[in-house]
């Protein structure tokens, strides 16, 4: 499982991630991604929606270890 966050403050609403992870993520009143449903897609659509998002406003962590899965850590 993980868990999942977008920094609105990023987010330009160009629904990359709606569109690769639709039962994850959706958009809110304000037109920008929220997340409704962090295991509603495989894991690796989420980590795809993640990359995808061009600027990079989706944080992915392991929801057990807390452990940042994207964007990676040197």
Sequence with gaps: ???????????VGNAMC???APRV???N???QSTVVDAGGDPAV???EA???CPVSAIRVLDAETGRTL???EP
Excluded: K, Q, S, Y
């Design 45 to 47: 659509l989420v980590l």
């Design 18 to 20: 709606v569109a690769t």
């Design 29 to 31: 009143e304000n037109r």
């Design 70 to 72: 994207f964007p990676c």
């Design 1 to 11: 499982m993980v868990r999942i966050e977008v920094d609105h403050g990023l987010c």
């Design 25 to 27: 993520f959706a958009h």
């Design 50 to 52: 993640a990359a995808n």
